[in-house]
């Protein structure tokens, strides 16, 4: 059963069966008979279906957003800006596309030789509750540019997400298995991998998940694309933009409550400014407001469960009695919802529970380092490898410190974000592959080679 609770009252708000096996193997055969057709069309007719499913989204703007509200506790402007963000993943491949997956002429010993870039064929999609929209057209945009054909298993917390989400391809007469949810249970993931039709997998969501469904993916040979849990490093140097930096690790902090995996995650500063930011970084942090995210006034919501926000507090707590500073929140609130405080650690060290764990919700960790050096010694101090951020009025400098930060992301003094042009994802337990810009599409492609003679002499 996939159960929806809106986070900010407790109350459940619907429910949603899950499909037997009989029913998932129609959904199944539906997606490998759609391929069969659906590999055959042009970019032309693959871009028309994505601008339409686009236009649809942006037209519907209010309702959707209004769906991630209630389901996961998402403050309804922000809801609003992914449903737009959403809409353009759709019409960034439908335009760039066909560019990316453009044959290419390679010299050989061959009259001529090439490669083309071919679809797989129906391609799963394993979402988590934190961004429903925009993970799921991450996912399905540039999978279907290419030809494939998506199953989507978002998750069980959010169903109402799901089935608009798939409903869309529906209103604007998509074939009708380009683009199916499946509400399954994670047992049923396997059933689906097994099946001879579906030809690799994209999962974002923790790393034990990620390890579990990378197992199932290598036993079949089926490529996948993990998406991961992340302890994204901050490093503000001597010389950075104090307000700048302050006024944006504070916003990266709390958007979604900071439930993002590519959210700062551990502020690094060095010792000569560390005081003078922890002062900017608190001002920005004690002026938020927290509250019902239906309200336009709200800028952080609740936590998405309750047992996500028991996790936390036992974060902080342990934080806390380890010798960090809890400079503002820290306290369980009382009252209906799952709403906990923005929460602002300093003196943190590597070893505490903070440093060592992912912090997924609006907890704020800020760490001391003697130097340049000692920051990026701190940073590279995880078993994850997702995104970052250097803040430095040196920007060359950055740029080579960039080279040395193991993460698949580097920002340098702005907001850390994903951006439908450019390559995300991360190394070590923060994933493998990539989504987005020109790489993203290229992970579920046969790139096939072909060799037309006579050989030169």
Known sequence: MYIATNPATGIELHRYEVLDSDSLEQCLNRAA???????????????LLLNQVAGLMRRDEERLARLMTDEMGKPIKEARAEVQKAASCAEHYAEHGAGYLAPQSLPSD???????????????GILPWNAPFWLAFRFCAPAIMAGNTCLMKHDSHVPACGEAIADLFVQVGAPAGLMQNIRIKNEQVQQVLEHDAVQGVSLTGSSSAGSQVASLAAKQIKPAVLELGGSDPSLVLTDADLDAAAEALALSRIINAGQSCIAAKRIIVEEPVYADFIGKFHQHLASLKMGDPAEES????????????????????????????CLLGGEM???????????????????????????????AVVMKAESAEQALAIANDTAYGL???????????????????????????????????????????????????????????????????????
């Open 110 to 124: 061959a009259t001529h030789s090439y490669v083309q870039h071919l679809p797989l064929g129906p391609i799963l």
């Open 33 to 47: 008979e759609t391929f069969a057709d659906w590999r055959k069309t042009g970019f032309a007719e693959r871009a």
């Open 298 to 325: 709200t800028q952080v919501g609740p936590i998405a469960r309750a047992d996500l926000r028991e996790g936390l507090h036992r974060q902080v707590s342990m934080t806390v009695e380890q010798g960090g500073r």
């Open 333 to 363: 609130p009382a009252g209906p919802g799952f709403f906990y405080p923005v929460t602002l650690l300093v003196d943190v060290t590597p070893q505490m529970q903070v440093a060592c764990e992912e912090t997924f919700g609006p907890i």
């Open 387 to 457: 995104a970052s951020s250097i803040w430095s009025a040196d920007v060359a400098r950055a740029e080579r410190m960039a080279r040395d930060i193991e993460a698949g992301q580097v920002t340098i003094n702005g907001l850390v974000k994903t951006d439908p042009r450019l390559p995300s994802g991360g190394i070590k337990r923060s994933g493998y592959g990539r989504e987005l810009g020109p790489h993203g599409i290229l992970e579920f492609v046969n790139v096939q080679q072909v060799w037309i003679g006579p050989k030169k002499a």
